[in-house]
């Protein structure tokens, strides 16, 4: 699947995760091009309708980020996020798309490094996994030991 | 309120299989309240149930409307425009009440997205329980406001039964005992006398018996 880029979107807490995007940028770091960053208030404001939403709308993995526990700007945001992806991924294996596709991740604001390792390390995962099963315009992966034709179509990208 | 809970998706997603286009009825009261049939968990639903039929090859249409309560023949009646000719199936997340109406309205497939529970209050949030056992003949005013007949497990009238052990029920050790509780209660208002009066053999005919139960009020009655 070495032609595969998956479409991830990434859903960054203000007070964190998105000032460790920036830090990262400031470090020159290098982490895929795979990854959306949506800001947001606080993970707190994660919301599982909106998770399905990107799935639905053709993202092949999606994370939240949000700030270390016991840290949240807003005292408990993060944990409310962490059960709200909790939930969305209980229904991501109810619809067969696997929860393994979406993620919580924390870190802080001063974790650059983290952010670019989490964004490769989901990536991978997501790699690994395939395209989502919605983004049918991508060929199967490839039974092992098999090559894979590459693909001009982007996932998610109609039918 | 009435508390229920959303169906397994499999469930509902097997009850529509034949259906190409669907329209997902909220419901804007209790269930929204217990977070089970609002707006939001309507359109988490239409979502699902898209996602898993895309994922199969057959996909689904969905229409998403929450009417402001499903159990008043008013707001049901602000359906019809939705309710066109290639819609397949009804999805209705509210309790069984808004699911019969729908029904008895439309003449469409409808099927309960929710399982509807019991009449209850929420503790705190996100998590619900049991208050009425919709008895039809309430004697709160004799128990200190802590009702035998769903809050005790034997809904005996004449309690604690011998079961009760430092204050919790023996069918349940996190159940607190309901009659411990009237106790308590009716110590704290000086009316502990009230236990002395022996509670005769429920009328249990105004509860479930003799069919569905009516509420008539000839006061308010329009026609």
């Known amino acids: 699947m070495q032609d595969f880029e998956p479409k991830i979107v990434a859903f960054c807490c203000y007070y964190c995760a998105y000032s460790a995007a920036d830090l990262a940028g400031s470090l020159r770091l290098q982490y895929p091009a795979n990854i959306r960053v949506i800001e947001m208030p606080c993970s707190g404001k994660t919301d599982v309708r909106v998770l399905l939403e990107a799935f639905e709308k053709g993202a092949d993995g999606v994370y939240v980020l949000g700030c270390m526990e016991g840290d949240c700007h807003f005292l408990k945001g993060n944990y409310r996020a962490k059960r709200r992806v909790k939930q969305a991924k209980k229904i991501l294996d109810e619809i067969g798309i696997g929860g393994e596709r979406l993620e919580m991740y924390n870190l802080s604001a001063a974790m650059g490094p983290r952010f670019a390792e989490i964004a490769q390390e989901f990536t991978e995962r997501i790699k690994k996994l395939g395209p989502s099963p919605l983004n049918k315009n991508y060929p199967p992966p490839p039974k092992e030991g098999e090559g894979h034709k590459g693909n001009s179509t982007k996932a998610g990208e109609g039918e | ?223």
């Open chain 2, 1 to 223: 309120m009435i508390i229920a809970e959303a169906k397994p998706l499999a469930e509902v997603a097997g009850l529509i299989n034949d259906a190409q286009k669907i329209l997902v009825v909220g419901c804007g009261g209790c269930v929204t309240v217990c977070l089970a049939g609002g707006e939001k968990e309507t359109g988490i639903l239409a979502a699902a149930l898209r996602m898993l039929r895309k994922k199969e090859g057959n996909p689904l249409e969905t229409v998403e409307v929450t009417l402001t309560r499903q159990c008043d023949p008013e707001y049901v009646d602000m359906l019809a425009k939705y309710v066109t000719d290639d819609i397949d199936a009804i999805v209705s997340l509210a309790c069984g009440v808004g699911v019969q109406f729908l029904a008895e309205r439309y003449p469409k497939w409808v099927v309960p997205a929710l399982n509807t529970k019991f009449a209850g209050a929420t503790i705190e949030h996100g998590v619900w329980e049991e208050r009425c056992g919709l008895c039809g003949e309430c004697i709160l005013h004799k128990t200190g406001g802590i009702c035998p007949v769903i809050r005790c497990s034997k809904s005996i009238l004449n309690g604690p039964c011998g079961g009760s052990q430092n204050g919790k029920c023996e069918v349940n050790p996190e159940t607190p005992c309901a009659w411990q509780l009237i106790y308590d209660r009716l110590k704290t208002l000086g009316k502990l006398d009230l236990l002395l009066e022996i509670q005769p053999p429920k009328d249990w005919s105004k509860s479930r018996d003799g069919g569905p139960r009516k509420v008539v009020r000839e006061d308010v009655r329009l026609a």
